[in-house]
């Protein structure tokens, strides 16, 4: 049964509660996967020639783990990739139902669902520290403060925006006293090397290739940065719950993959984004914390529920009642507490 879970409980004990709680559940501990999807007469309902229409991209290495590896169309899946260059691509894709499954930050699933996006979040696929505000190689900027009158490149609508009003507010700046140039992730780091933007916004991988050329990192908190959720249509959800439950699978056979093969994950990493090996491995060893519980619930509400009033404080949703609102039905956690990932060994 889809479970739209109800959050006012849960928003009440997690305001006292550690912003960003790590545990070390499993997906349904306690619980035993559930069988196959079964139809009218209780056979199990075959993926073969269904059609998927899934992200891909490089801030979740699970999923590029999932398109090298090919699981979904060895289940007998006709998938369409469509890579993701950032959370609001996705969610483009996502509201114009280009894709049915993917990827984003929490805070722009939020914002979106804040906004009408009929999506939900089936899966967590990392809690990452993939953001943070970034120097250029010898500039003078070492702190938030050093931004006042600056030009400041970030994407709308993702993490890394939303991290720089969280650090603006942290160290007692206000967005108006910085010039936000809206610039897609590459566009960017891009940027701030030409010298257009005096600092960046950024996200991994890309940040941390910056990190390689010499760029400094020069405010970080993982705090600020939300979990990465997995979304889903509604009406994916409802039409093809089979196909929905092969994904989150295939995520979960992904995350213990990764556990498992760190090195060939850094590399499929490396090959998509074009990365340095050596950069694709920090990114991977250092800034993606994948062995987190994929099940959403009440950490990601504690994440989000700090980030929604910034949403209405800038005009970016009309009022704190659809952010509630959003907080209460964002949530589906029916596939990942009955994922079956050994279906994929």
């Known amino acids: ?140 900027i070492t702190e938030v403060a050093d931004l006042a009158g600056k030009q400041v490149a970030a994407t709308k609508g993702t993490d890394p925006y939303f991290f720089l009003l969280q650090s603006l507010e942290a160290e007692g700046l206000a967005p108006e006293d910085i010039v936000v140039q809206n610039l897609q992730h590459a566009d960017g780091w891009a940027a701030l090397q030409n010298g257009s933007v005096d600092a960046w916004a950024g996200l991994d991988p890309i940040m941390a290739g910056a990190e390689e050329a010499g760029a400094t990192l020069f405010y970080r908190d993982v705090d600020f940065n939300s979990y990465g959720f997995l979304n889903a249509r509604e009406d994916f959800l409802e039409d093809k719950p089979e196909v929905a439950q092969a994904v989150v699978d295939a995520y979960e056979q992904a995350r213990a993959w990764a556990q498992e093969n760190p090195e060939e994950t850094a590399q499929i990493l490396a090959d998509v984004a074009g990365l340095d090996l050596a950069v694709a491995t920090k990114v991977i060893d250092e800034r993606s914390n994948l062995d987190v519980d994929p099940v959403p619930g009440d950490a990601q509400v504690t994440v989000l529920e700090k980030i929604g009033p910034i949403f209405v404080e800038l005009g970016d949703v009309a009022t704190q009642q659809q952010v509630d609102q959003a907080l209460d039905t964002l949530i589906n956690d029916e596939f990942v507490t009955r994922a079956d990932p050994s279906r994929f060994e």
Not at 3 to 31: K, W
Not at 47 to 66: M, W
Not at 110 to 137: C, F, H, K, M, T
């Open 1 to 140: 049964m889809t479970r739209t879970t109800t959050f006012r409980t849960a928003l009440i004990g997690a305001a006292a509660a550690s912003a960003l709680l790590l545990t070390g559940c499993v997906a349904g501990e306690g619980s035993n996967a559930a069988a196959p999807e079964a139809g009218a007469e209780g056979e199990a309902v075959s993926l073969e020639g269904q059609t998927l229409a899934i992200d891909f991209a490089t801030y979740n290495p699970l999923s590029l783990i999932i398109k090298d590896q090919g699981w979904l169309e060895d289940a007998g899946l006709e998938v369409t990739w469509v890579q993701s260059a950032g959370s609001n691509k996705a969610n483009e894709a996502l509201r114009a139902g280009a894709v049915e499954v993917g990827s984003t930050a929490g805070s722009a699933a939020l914002l979106a669902r804040s906004n009408g996006s009929p999506i939900q979040v089936i899966d967590i696929y990392s809690q990452p520290e993939w953001a943070a505000l970034v120097a250029a190689p010898g500039s003078d």
